[in-house]
C-alpha cells in the first residue's frame, strides 16, 4: 500500500527504485507510493525502437512518479 511505503521511505534517506519486471504494464502499478525511479532493461532493449521505447517508459515514469 502507499501508506507503508510512505512510512519505510520516511525511515531511510534513499531513493526508492523499483527493478524487476518493470515495463509499460507495472509501472502504473506503483503510482502515488512515493517511487523516486526505475531500472529497466529489457523492456526498453527489447523493442523494435530503442530510442522511443525509452522515451515512452520515462514519461510515463515521470507521470506516475510525479517526476
Given at each position: 500500500s502507499s501508506a507503508?511505503?510512505?512510512v519505510y521511505k520516511r525511515q531511510v534517506d534513499i531513493p526508492i527504485v523499483i527493478i524487476g519486471?518493470?515495463?509499460q504494464?507495472?509501472?502504473p502499478n506503483f503510482k502515488g507510493m512515493g517511487i523516486?525511479?526505475?531500472a529497466v532493461v529489457s523492456a526498453v532493449?527489447?523493442?523494435p525502437d530503442?530510442?522511443?521505447a525509452a522515451k515512452d517508459l520515462r514519461e510515463?515514469?515521470?507521470d506516475c512518479f510525479g517526476r
Open positions: 507503508a511505503s510512505d519486471g518493470v515495463n504494464k507495472t509501472v523516486d525511479g526505475a532493449v527489447s523493442q530503442i530510442e522511443k510515463l515514469c515521470e
